[in-house]
């Protein structure tokens, strides 16, 4: 699986949009983007998965550049419960289903 | 719909007894996944179970099993508790296999102390 690069940590500002990004400039053509996030003292939440194009849910959009070598979450309204630690994770589809979390991007919404 | 549950959320056991943690996986959900989580490792996987069969497997020691029953509910067990097994205890479950899988969707574990 391609390796990821994100910041440790990040601030944002309540009720602003939270931009995390992730690098992986090594992701093969079948492989897809995956965000989770882990709040303190819970398991990890899936957020949004995507491919080559932008997809958005209730939670979250994420951005893939057009070359695929990186990508952002985009939190839209970022409130306090959105504090957490971010993870960006490239899978490929037959990857045993083993989910792997880097260091990831803690997140700190500040009133 | 009911989000996967693990019991028991707290456990204090021994070095050398063994303990056996449950998780229900949400309805519908036909894989189950269990992790290990701690400070200095991260998350590290276990072993999947889909249709009560083992699919995939981590590189964990045999103290580490599970299995899966008929309703999809997954049980793990690890004999001979040493201290290094103190950890917080993750299950997820998925649809099914294929891409769709990595749509995990967590527990909110089982802290696991040995003493």
């Known amino acids: 699986d391609a390796k990821t690069t994100q910041p440790t940590s990040m601030d944002c500002a309540e009720g602003r949009a939270a931009n995390l990004p992730c690098n992986h400039s090594?992701?093969?053509?079948?492989?897809?983007v995956y965000w989770y996030r882990q709040i303190h003292s819970q398991g990890p939440q899936y957020i949004i998965h995507?491919?080559?194009n932008n997809e958005t849910n209730e939670m979250a959009s994420l951005i893939i550049t057009e070359d695929r070598k990186s990508s952002t979450l985009i939190l839209p309204h970022a409130t306090l419960r959105d504090t957490a630690v971010y993870y960006c994770i490239v899978l490929h589809n037959n990857a045993g289903n083993m989910l792997t979390f880097g260091g990831g991007t803690r997140l700190m919404v500040k009133p | 719909k009911a989000g996967v549950t693990q019991t028991p959320r707290y456990l204090i056991k021994t070095r050398g007894q063994q303990v056996t943690l449950s998780c229900s996986p949400i309805?519908?959900?036909?894989?189950v996944s269990w992790y290990q989580q701690t400070p200095g490792q991260g998350l590290q996987f276990l072993f999947e179970y889909f249709s009560e069969t083992q699919r995939n497997k981590g590189n964990f020691p045999g103290r580490f099993s599970g299995r899966q029953f008929s309703n999809s509910r997954s049980e793990m067990n690890v004999s001979t508790l040493e201290l290094g097994d103190s950890a917080l205890y993750l299950c997820?479950?998925?649809?099914?296999?294929?891409?769709?899988?990595?749509?995990?969707?967590f527990g909110p574990g089982t802290r696991l102390t040995v003493t």
């Open positions: 090594t992701i093969s053509g079948n492989e897809y």
């Open positions: 995507g491919l080559k």
């Open positions: 309805s519908g959900h036909r894989s």
């Open positions: 997820a479950s998925s649809l099914a296999g294929g891409v769709s899988s990595y749509e995990q969707y």
